[in-house]
């Protein structure tokens, strides 16, 4: 586990569970958690974040249930082979929506269409990057 | 004021949630003179739960504690903790509760290492082991009187008695304040090291919402001596929603009765409104009074829970 560390904030609008649910999904899928890679067990991250068991428990729960983590019986957690979860439509919907929310933000901070496309460009590149040594690029 | 039912967060417990009540209290009601201190309050504590009993200063936490513990006679209302009515605990029972009491009051003549002797001597079951971890834990050299000790230090002598006695309900009241950061760290530690075992029950008073939000999985709101709420952390957190409410012009200064309004700000065009239970109704109320928009924005478990408290009108502990 070299690179991959969950941090959780109190007192935001985001519960913890959903933190830990958002961080490792973005490692999972960035290949900063590589596949195969065994996840921390329920009790040790609980211990580490400094917080209640049963919220890492949920957090590996939907995890599962979203086809990022899998659990092998008395082992644990892995990071799973990625498979889609969701319909064509849903993933469309869902990639509009976070395009929606970037293009605002960048609008809003006054970058010109080119200065946007540029930066999206370097971060996929970047991205590239880092899941190449894995294999896992498409 | 809101009252609990209002908001429908009183369940006791989840619902779905059939483990048994190590804690089971029943319209437990004080008086002092003509004061209410606590006023029919009923909740359960399931076995195996962090339970976080919330309130401000003088909310009426303390006294309900001491009466749970058979410490304090009840003016009307009953209580019973391991099975056991508070009244009449025996002392074996007694042996399976760690008690924290609040403000960690020590001798001050006695010597550290002299306490692990003293508390035994109360307890049929005593790990030195344990309270020798925790002593070294917290940096205390166990020559040193108790009346040295800083406050941290002496929250952990107290941790230390406790734990030893390897109980399986844990009663903290308002263990962390006045701590400094380390040592409240490390009272954390201790708390999600103990629920290690799942049969083990943390039931600690607070007013700090970051350790809440950390180890509770069950919060109750007392507020004004009465109950406002009562459920599990990730319920509360899935009920209560902050809505800004948008208007053509200025937003209307008589609000209709919505169900499970808990607060309300105003700004030039909009409302930004606190609500528990929200529904199809809400929208409709919103939309009766001119609302233009209704948008959702996340709540932390901070405002969500200081939503509950203060009388209606009170926007927080001091910005009235």
Known sequence: MAAFHVTVTTGAGTPIYRQIVDQVRLAAATGALPLGQAMPSVRSLAERLLVNANTVVKAYAELVRDGVLESQQGMGFFVAQKRQVYSKAERLRRLRQAVDNFIHEAVFLDFSAEEIRKAVEEKLTELDWQTKPNGEKP | ?320
């Not at chain 2, 209410?36 to 006294?63: H, L």
């Not at chain 2, 003016?75 to 002392?91: C, W």
């Not at chain 2, 180890?215 to 902050?242: K, M, N």
């Open chain 2, 1 to 320: 004021m809101i009252a609990t039912e209002q908001c429908g967060l009183s369940n006791h417990v989840n619902p779905t949630d059939q483990r048994e009540s190590v804690i089971q209290v029943r319209g437990l009601t004080r008086y002092f003179g003509r004061k209410c201190a606590v006023d029919s309050v009923t909740f359960g504590v399931p076995r195996g739960s962090v339970f976080a009993f919330i309130g401000r200063n003088g909310a009426g936490k303390t006294t309900t504690i001491r009466m749970i513990l058979g410490l304090l006679e009840p003016t009307r209302g009953s209580s019973t903790i391991l099975g056991y009515d508070s009244t009449t605990l025996p002392p074996k029972a007694r042996g399976r509760i760690g008690y924290m009491a609040e403000g960690h009051p020590v001798y001050g003549w006695m010597r550290v290492g002299q306490y692990a002797g003293f508390q035994r001597g109360f307890y049929h079951h005593w790990n030195q082991e344990v309270f020798a971890s925790v002593i070294d834990y917290f940096a205390i050299d166990p020559r040193t009187r108790a009346g040295h000790l800083s406050h941290g230090q002496r929250a952990g002598l107290h941790l230390a008695m406790t734990l030893a006695i390897e109980p399986e309900l844990l009663m903290l009241d308002d263990p962390a304040t006045g701590l400094d950061p380390a040592a409240r760290r490390s009272l954390l530690e201790a708390m999600i090291y103990f629920t290690r075992s799942r049969e083990r029950t943390i039931f600690f008073s607070t007013h700090l919402l970051d350790d809440v939000e950390r180890v509770a999985d069950h919060v109750a709101v007392l507020d004004y001596s009465v109950l406002r709420v009562c459920c599990g952390a990730d319920t509360f957190r899935d009920r209560v929603r902050r809505l800004i409410v948008r208007f053509r012009s200025e937003p209307p200064h008589k609000l209709p009765a919505i169900p499970g309004l808990l607060q309300v700000a105003r700004s030039e065009n909009e409302l930004s409104i606190i609500v528990a239970n929200l529904n199809e109704q809400t929208e409709r109320d919103l939309e009766d009074i001119g609302a233009e928009s209704v948008e959702e924005q996340p709540i932390s478990l901070e405002d969500a829970l200081i939503a509950h408290v203060g009388r209606q009108g009170d926007k927080s502990f001091l910005l009235k």
